[in-house]
């Protein structure tokens, strides 16, 4: 079987203890891959050492720091793969993490985006959960027309840079990551990426990701964090295929039903005050109640997913 040539694009800023990890990673891979590693304008000693690695390694610096989105769109520009794998500096692939999603790749074609189960770690390395099964069977993939109703529905979760490979061609015509956005830029390029083709997931445990205690996420106040998720149920809302238009609950619904997931965030952190702002007047819709209930069921089912999905033997 011919592999379906790979570049891993790792982003990196002043972490050059944990950027050698992922660059090992990087060339450890059981099927040779282009290896680029985008520098944000770091001061430890980066450009230094990757220089060090002379040809094994593409080395891209900017001028200055682009944030992780500028980094990711320098990076995939760089690469000379037809598909590219996203690292960011502290995390790390497993061995035959490229081996797998090209194997995989070659029985999909018309897949645009592919993503595996990932292992948490803290940052000792010790392995503190994994990603959940999600769909039927090792491998399978998700029709391009099926695959924003799945994401509107989070039942289509393809999780963070690490567990994700997107094919060169469809992200440089999706528009690349938005420089504006703060979070969630990686979702919204897989809703663009996913406008051009098939959605592949593996079952299988391909990589690792750095949980930091006090993360970025965590220190953004809840209600950006709605706000920035209402913005992508959005994005996601407008390009659902014309077969799912009758099915659909209307977007205040989905707003409302928002409010209620994080107001559910903001009492379990007992932030009362908080809990009440984004609660009403959204606690008084049934319909937004009925959409939580369904999206903590799908939670709990994680393998009976009500969409379309296709074995890959």
């Not at 997107?166 to 996913?194: E, N, P, Q, Y």
């Not at 205040?252 to 005050?273: C, E, F, N, P, R």
């Not at 809990?275 to 109640?289: E, H, R």
Request: glycine letters at 6%.
């Amino acid at each position: 079987m011919a592999f379906v040539p790979f570049s891993i694009v790792i982003t990196t800023y002043n972490r050059l203890d944990l950027l050698k990890r992922a660059i090992q990673s990087a060339l450890n891979q059981t099927v040779p891959c282009q290896v680029v590693v985008v520098d944000n304008a770091s001061t430890d000693g980066t450009q230094a050492y990757v220089r060090t690695l002379g040809e094994q390694v593409l080395y891209v610096r900017n001028a200055v720091n682009s944030n992780h989105a500028g980094a990711v769109n320098a990076g995939v520009e760089a690469a000379n793969g037809e598909w590219i794998k996203l690292v960011d500096d502290d995390d790390y692939l497993a061995t035959d993490c490229v081996e797998v999603m090209a194997k995989a790749i070659a029985l999909r074609p018309e897949a645009v985006i592919c993503s595996c189960q990932a292992a948490q770690v803290d940052t000792a390395g010790n392995e503190l959960s994994v990603t959940p099964v999600t769909g039927p069977g090792h491998i399978f993939y998700i029709p391009q027309a099926d695959i924003h109703y799945g994401m509107l529905l989070e039942v289509v979760p393809f999780g963070t840079p690490i567990q994700v490979a997107i094919r060169r061609d469809a992200f440089l015509k999706s528009g690349g990551w938005d420089l504006t956005m703060t979070s969630c830029d990686d979702i919204d390029s897989w809703i663009r990426v996913a406008e051009h083709g098939d959605a592949l997931f593996i079952n299988q445990c391909l990589a690792y990701r750095t949980v930091w205690p006090g993360g970025y996420d965590q220190k953004i106040a809840l209600q950006s964090r709605l706000a920035t998720n209402m913005l992508m149920k959005q994005r996601i809302y407008e390009r659902i295929d014309a077969k799912y238009q009758n099915n659909l609950p209307k977007l205040s619904t989905i707003h409302q039903y928002l409010h209620l997931h994080w107001a559910m965030v903001a009492l379990k952190q007992k932030q009362i005050g908080t809990t009440a702002v984004l609660g009403f007047p959204a606690a008084l819709s049934p319909a937004a109640w009925k959409l939580l209930q369904q999206a903590i069921a799908f939670r709990k089912q994680k393998m009976e997913v009500p969409i379309e999905k296709t074995m890959l033997a």
